[in-house]
């Protein structure tokens, strides 16, 4: 076979159940380890598949409004010996409105895990939305007075309290080792609209 053998990539896909997530890993194997001796170029058996998570990649696609949708674009990199928790939202054209970047060991959930495959897990659950936030009326006042605050990202309470009345969609995800951030979709800009703490 030699030069004439063909190169080529194993995509495992996990297509989450109840949510719009897909999760794409791409492993290319060399040829040493991804060919059984006697197969044809047409018919290559792979062995010791790997999982690489310094490549993963997943998307969702967010229907914010009537007629208007952005993606949720997440992704673990893997640069100079660190791995990197990226995540970005954008708009319909695929302009970026809004992105997230932050070590992996800073991120709580992705932290946590302890092998490949529970990094795999976790950061499908990461590129996943919270459920219980979804609008901007799920904020909490903003002289709330709670053991884990919400600390909004203005320092103008009557910005504040028009954020909050005016119910717009919200998408919120974990970007510290005790505190989720919360990005809120208003006249087709991504605004921070604060970060929620929670017990680390």
Same mark, same amino acid.
């Given at each position: 076979?030699?030069?004439?053998?063909?190169?080529?990539?194993?995509?495992?896909?996990?297509?989450?159940?109840?949510?719009?997530?897909?999760?794409?890993?791409?492993?290319?194997?060399?040829?040493? *380890?991804?060919?059984?001796?006697? /197969?044809? $170029?047409?018919? !290559? @058996?792979?062995?010791? %598949?790997?999982?690489?998570?310094? #490549?993963?990649?997943?998307?969702?696609?967010?229907?914010?409004?009537?007629?208007?949708?952005?993606?949720?674009?997440?992704?673990?990199?893997?640069?100079?010996?660190?791995?990197?928790?990226?995540?970005?939202?954008?708009?319909? *054209?695929?302009?970026?409105?809004? /992105?997230? $970047?932050?070590? !992996? @060991?800073?991120?709580? %959930?992705?932290?946590?895990?302890? #092998?490949?495959?529970?990094?795999?897990?976790?950061?499908?659950?990461?590129?996943?939305?919270?459920?219980?936030?979804?609008?901007?009326?799920?904020?909490?006042?903003?002289?709330?007075?709670?053991?884990?605050?919400?600390?909004?990202?203005?320092?103008?309470?009557?910005?504040?309290?028009?954020?909050?009345?005016?119910?717009?969609?919200?998408?919120?995800?974990?970007?510290?080792?005790?505190?989720?951030?919360?990005?809120?979709?208003?006249?087709?800009?991504?605004?921070?609209?604060?970060?929620?703490?929670?017990?680390?």
């Amino acid at each position: 076979m030699g030069e004439e053998m063909r190169k080529f990539a194993l995509v495992i896909v996990l297509a989450l159940a109840g949510c719009g997530v897909e999760i794409t890993e791409t492993y290319t194997p060399d040829a040493a *380890d991804s060919v059984v001796a006697g /197969t044809s $170029s047409d018919s !290559v @058996e792979v062995t010791d %598949v790997t999982m690489d998570v310094c #490549s993963l990649t997943a998307q969702r696609q967010w229907d914010y409004g009537e007629g208007a949708s952005a993606t949720i674009d997440a992704a673990i990199s893997c640069a100079d010996g660190q791995r990197m928790a990226r995540r970005d939202i954008l708009g319909g *054209d695929g302009e970026p409105l809004y /992105t997230f $970047s932050a070590p !992996v @060991e800073h991120v709580a %959930v992705l932290a946590w895990a302890e #092998s490949d495959d529970a990094l795999f897990a976790a950061f499908a659950e990461w590129a996943d939305h919270d459920p219980r936030w979804t609008s901007t009326a799920a904020l909490p006042p903003f002289d709330q007075q709670a053991e884990f605050p919400f600390y909004p990202g203005t320092a103008d309470q009557a910005v504040y309290d028009a954020w909050r009345a005016g119910d717009y969609p919200m998408d919120c995800f974990i970007q510290g080792m005790e505190s989720q951030m919360c990005v809120a979709m208003i006249d087709g800009e991504a605004v921070e609209m604060g970060v929620q703490s929670f017990p680390g």
